[in-house]
């Protein structure tokens, strides 16, 4: 595929859709989940300059958006809404920041490396 600088680098939104899996404390150890997060990806010095200055957390306050694939409970239909209460609950959560700021790095990086 061509490299289109209309979509790929010249986009003033920049925003991308990906997957974030992470591990959670369970009864019996740990179980896995995933959802989907939005990012605002950043230019290489708007990223360079905010992870001189920012934390991971504070970096995902700015770049992550929105998600889906949130439910209330797990026999839950709908996701629930995004929002800035959501967003913080997320953000709050320390199981779920270093997954979704890896997910984040990776998105700015063009995608996961390969061994």
């Given at each position: 595929?061509a490299?289109?600088?209309e979509s790929?680098?010249?986009?003033?939104?920049?925003l991308?859709w990906?997957?974030?899996n992470?591990?959670?404390?369970a009864?019996?150890?740990?179980s896995?989940g995933?959802f989907?997060?939005q990012?605002?990806v950043?230019?290489g010095e708007?990223?360079k300059?905010e992870m001189d200055d920012?934390?991971m957390?504070?970096?995902?306050?700015?770049?992550?958006?929105?998600a889906?694939?949130?439910?209330q409970s797990?026999?839950?239909?709908?996701d629930?809404?995004?929002?800035d209460?959501i967003k913080?609950?997320?953000?709050?959560?320390?199981?779920l920041?270093?997954?979704?700021?890896?997910t984040f790095l990776e998105?700015?990086?063009?995608?996961?490396?390969?061994?």
């Amino acid at each position: 595929m061509a490299l289109i600088l209309e979509s790929t680098v010249a986009n003033s939104q920049r925003l991308s859709w990906q997957t974030v899996n992470f591990s959670f404390p369970a009864e019996n150890g740990f179980s896995k989940g995933n959802f989907k997060a939005q990012f605002q990806v950043p230019t290489g010095e708007e990223l360079k300059r905010e992870m001189d200055d920012k934390t991971m957390s504070e970096m995902l306050d700015v770049y992550f958006v929105d998600a889906k694939g949130i439910k209330q409970s797990p026999s839950d239909k709908e996701d629930v809404p995004f929002d800035d209460d959501i967003k913080k609950a997320i953000l709050n959560t320390p199981y779920l920041v270093k997954p979704l700021f890896k997910t984040f790095l990776e998105t700015c990086n063009g995608g996961k490396q390969k061994n």
